[in-house]
Nanobody, 124 residues
Framework: QVQLVESGGGLVQAGGSLRLSCTAS????????MAWFRQAPGKDREFVAC????????LHADSVKGRFAISRDNAKNTVYLQMDSLKSEDTAVYYC?????????????????WGQGTQVTVSS
């Protein structure tokens, strides 16, 4: 069982930056692909970014490419999402997710473990 705890959300003005963190309880996080998803009010959950256990491979949604960057520090059991040039449409609850193995996937159902989410609000 893996427990994931997100942090770093908050209120920021458009054009600003935030860095989200997701810390895992399991010490072998290095064997999991990690991802970020988000869900805005009244909308379906959508993929944001994922990174393989090695950190070599990553995917970013087209809507965040060039603005967001996913990274990880396996020694700290933590994955990050650096969010720059934030827009009002980035407002959502952001969820961290984990999938055992090295597969990179943008499909939510491929991930077994999920955090409780952290709210990001971007004011225009």
């Amino acid at each position: 069982q893996v427990q994931l705890v997100e942090s770093g959300g908050g209120l920021v003005q458009a054009g600003g930056s935030l860095r989200l963190s997701c810390t895992a309880s399991k010490r072998t996080l290095g064997t999991y692909t990690m991802a970020w998803f988000r869900q805005a009010p009244g909308k379906d959950r959508e993929f944001v970014a994922c990174i393989s256990w090695s950190g070599i491979r990553s995917l970013h949604a087209d809507s965040v490419k060039g603005r967001f960057a996913i990274s990880r520090d396996n020694a700290k059991n933590t994955v990050y999402l650096q969010m720059d040039s934030l827009k009002s449409e980035d407002t959502a609850v952001y969820y961290c997710a984990a999938d055992f193995g090295n597969r990179v996937s943008y499909v939510g159902r491929d991930y077994e473990y999920w955090g409780q989410g952290t709210q990001v609000t971007v004011s225009s």
